[in-house]
């Protein structure tokens, strides 16, 4: 593979159809050499960070002093440098000198697509910037953005500052309410103390964004505050201590660990007592950074299995002869495509509801649209990324296994997308919730069937009425459902939200067949067919039929 970007012509249709034209033709030469860069030199160091360079902590120097510092190998520092020089996080805060205006998520997250066919574990301290840069942007004070904001958005401008955001604490985990991490005021700053327990980006990151409570704060979410603390200041001072490394399935690029405050300097970022609001902004982004560290990873796997089966013989015959391989990429490749195209709305839609310009315009009923397709999407795309892995180890059968290919640190590396930014149980019961109290069941009845009454093709026809069966089956469920016990709807919340993920990228798919091209159109079909009619004994199966029209 020599360019992940021009290897995924569905992507650069998706920006020619969301950039204004000036922007696209910026964007399509920049991701053509970004797209070579992670398809060689950032792969290439990946699999060294993997296997032999991981971060390690040293935690004296050599006169026996604590320093709590991380190891990071020189290829990752130079994958670092030259993503944040893309403008990854800071061209969606700042202009780029090219267009003379800032960019947008679409584009930020196409970088962030491209870089994760090679590297999910580097794209989590990525993530963690970005949403270090939207807590700054859009909460800090003038003076905190005027100090820090700038490194934090450097693009080989000033010195970088790379994020993180530490919530997760023993006794809580998901439960952020339980977190007991304390803050007192001092001066002009405050003191913070106690322990963060799954602390990424740890050690390599310039600041550090901390939830945590004043004193006399009420109890529970409602009594934290939010703190940026200076990193290097805080870990030279003594302030802060590493007192380990986190030893990790997969994503062995980020360090993560176990991190211990002792009165560290911080500085309070908007109200007290709103961190977790802030915070909870912030995760949205986060998840969606997930999805598309998802979508990447279910791409590499689809390319490595194509590759593969194009190349691997078998009883006299290329894998690619044999209906039940065709069958596997046509299926994953319509799936993927589908799936991108439904999370790059979602990203659409993100620029108007998180862009400090125009998230105050945004409805009520864009932003809840947001969280729900933010909530499925993310559960979708995490469960995809380890089915994707997983085949493409099969496809490669006992080869598949083996660390000499990528394979192995595909799976490793999906699996952690089902727990970062909320497991399946906390996404279902944020469904739950968002039905329950905000009445977005009906938000998204109402969307989904309007964007099927628009569609004007006949050809679609049978598909409308099959997804307007599955949307009618879904209000009746869900109005039994409303009478039922809440550990009644707690134990389906999950199923209401893969249904609610299958019908959204389900109209994406018809759309799609009604409004685009042959190949296109094709997609939409396999991707139909396979959702909705997998069990039909068809003459000659569609998934078979287009498969040398869909896998190129």
């Not at 952020?176 to 700053?189: D, H, I, M, P, Q």
């Not at 759309?511 to 991707?527: F, H, L, P, T």
Request: net charge negative.
């Amino acid at each position: 593979m020599t360019n992940f970007y021009r290897q995924d012509p569905n992507l650069k249709e998706l920006l020619e159809n969301m950039l204004p034209e000036d922007f696209f033709q910026y964007a399509n030469q920049q991701l053509d050499q970004f797209g070579a860069l992670c398809a060689g030199p950032i792969d290439e160091r990946a699999v060294h960070t993997d296997r032999e360079g991981q971060p390690r902590l040293i935690r004296y120097d050599k006169m026996g002093n604590e320093v709590s510092r991380v190891w990071l190998n020189e290829g990752y520092k130079q994958t670092i440098s030259e993503t944040y020089n893309t403008g990854i996080v800071g061209y969606i805060h700042k202009d780029i000198p090219e267009l003379g205006r800032k960019g947008n998520y679409v584009y930020s997250f196409a970088q962030a697509y491209l870089l994760s066919h090679a590297e999910a574990g580097f794209y989590c301290p990525v993530t963690l910037s970005k949403a270090t840069a939207y807590l700054l942007d859009h909460y800090a004070s003038e003076e905190l953005k005027a100090t820090f904001l700038p490194h934090v958005l450097a693009t080989g401008d000033v010195e970088l500052y790379e994020g993180a955001t530490f919530l997760t604490e023993r006794q809580g985990g998901s439960d952020v309410g339980a977190n007991e991490v304390k803050a007192e005021k001092f001066g002009n700053s405050y003191r913070i103390s106690g322990e963060k327990y799954f602390a990424s980006n740890a050690g390599a990151c310039g600041v550090a964004m901390v939830l945590a409570r004043l004193e006399g704060a009420p109890s529970g979410t409602k009594g934290l505050s939010l703190f940026l603390v200076p990193w290097e200041e805080n870990r030279a001072n003594g302030g802060l201590r590493i007192r380990r490394l986190k030893d990790k399935l997969g994503v062995r690029a980020v360090p993560s660990a176990e991190v211990e405050f002792d009165n560290a300097k911080g500085f309070l970022v908007g109200e007290e007592n709103q961190g977790f609001y802030y915070m909870i902004e912030a995760l949205n982004l986060s998840r969606v950074s997930n999805a598309i560290a998802s979508l990447g990873i279910m791409r590499r796997a689809y390319l490595e299995a194509k590759n593969y089966a194009n190349q691997r013989e078998a009883f006299g015959k290329k894998l690619t002869e044999y209906p039940m391989v065709q069958a596997t990429l046509s299926h994953l490749v319509a799936k993927q495509e589908v799936e991108m195209n439904a999370m790059f709305e979602v990203i659409q839609l993100m620029d108007r509801v998180m862009g400090r310009e125009t998230k105050h315009e945004a409805s009520e009923k864009e932003q809840l649209l947001f969280r729900l397709y933010v909530a499925i999407m993310k559960k979708e795309t995490a469960e995809q990324a380890i089915h994707f892995a997983h085949e493409a180890i099969e496809m490669h059968g006992g080869n598949g296994y083996i660390e000499d290919f990528v394979t192995p640190r595909l799976l490793r590396d999906a699996q952690v997308l089902t727990v970062w930014e909320g497991t399946a149980n906390i996404l279902g019961l944020e469904v739950l919730r968002l039905i329950g109290k905000y009445h977005v069941g009906e938000l998204f009845v109402e969307e989904m069937t309007s964007r099927l009454k628009n569609v004007r093709d006949q050809k679609v026809d049978t598909w409308v009425d099959r997804v307007r069966q599955e949307i009618d089956y879904l209000v009746q469920f869900l109005a039994n459902l409303n009478e039922k016990s809440s550990r009644l709807q707690t134990y389906h919340c999950k199923q209401i939200a893969e249904k609610m993920a299958a019908i959204f990228e389900s109209v994406v798919a018809i759309e799609m067949m009604a409004e685009g091209k042959n190949r296109k159109q094709a997609i939409a079909a396999v991707y139909l067919q396979g959702l909705w009619e997998k069990d039909s004994l068809e003459e000659e199966p569609i998934v078979l039929e287009k498969f040398h029209e869909l896998v190129i």
